[in-house]
Antibody, heavy 120, light 107 residues
Framework: EVQLLESGGSLVQPGGSLRLSCAAS????????VSWVRQAPGKGPEWVST????????YYTDSVKGRFTISRDNSKNMLYLEMNSLRAEDTAVYYC?????????????WGRGTQVTVSS | DIQMTQSPSSLSASVGDRVSITCRSS??????LNWYQQKPGKAPKLLIY???SLESGVPSRFSASGFGTDFTLTISSLQPDDFATYYC?????????FGQGTRLDIK
């Protein structure tokens, strides 16, 4: 059974930093791209970042470029999101999601999410 | 970036009704269009991928169609479990975007 479990969310002050983790199981982690998606209160999902299975390719939405870094450790089946210079608008539930192999690249499995709140 | 626009934003319907939700992209995305269902406090759940392919385990009352810029999700006979918010998503480029959502309420 595919499982994704996020952790690391918390309350942080504006300008602060946080590292989110996502533990994956139930599939051959290194084979799949994985993504972070966030959802602000009362809003729809927003794609944040994707990393390829081999970690050779990383992609970011414009609003987090230069502040967030996605990475993975395939030996530990772990996905990470390093978040710096956090802003109030980064407040959201952050989900990790597995990307289906093939052309469609939909998100076929999601974790339960971890809450990030940026506030003084 | 490709913009995804859903309509309506909200919809009230009754159990047994047939409902449709539309999603329009700002440019041609071929069939790189997916649909998700989300319930309060839960992660989105994949329903449809590649515009019209039903995800494993999803009831057959869900169907979808479209290509290019115009897409439709249809629920043939609403069940109590279907009242939720629905989102479309394009994966045509590496810069992925979601629609703003359609909230489906019980009439």
């Amino acid at each position: 059974e595919v499982q994704l479990l996020e952790s690391g969310g918390s309350l942080v002050q504006p300008g602060g930093s946080l590292r989110l983790s996502c533990a994956a199981s139930g599939f051959t982690f290194r084979t799949y791209d994985v993504s972070w998606v966030r959802q602000a209160p009362g809003k729809g999902p927003e794609w944040v970042s994707t990393i390829s299975g081999s970690a050779t390719g990383t992609y970011y939405t414009d609003s987090v470029k230069g502040r967030f870094t996605i990475s993975r450790d395939n030996s530990k089946n772990m996905l990470y999101l390093e978040m710096n210079s956090l802003r109030a608008e980064d407040t959201a539930v952050y989900y990790c999601a597995k990307v289906r192999l093939g052309a469609t690249r939909d998100f076929d499995y999601w974790g339960r999410g971890t809450q990030v709140t940026v506030s003084s | 970036d490709i913009q995804m626009t859903q309509s309506p934003s909200s919809l009230s319907a009754s159990v047994g009704d047939r409902v449709s939700i539309t999603c329009r992209s700002s440019q041609n995305i071929k069939n790189y269009l997916n649909w998700y269902q989300q319930k309060p406090g839960k992660a989105p759940k994949l329903l449809i991928y590649a515009a019209s392919s039903l995800e494993s385990g999803v009831p057959s009352r869900f169907s979808a169609s479209g290509f290019g810029t115009d897409f439709t999700l249809t629920i043939s006979s609403l069940q109590p479990d279907d009242f939720a918010t629905y989102y479309c998503q394009h994966t045509y480029t590496t810069l992925i975007t979601f629609g703003q959502g359609t909230r489906l309420d019980i009439k």
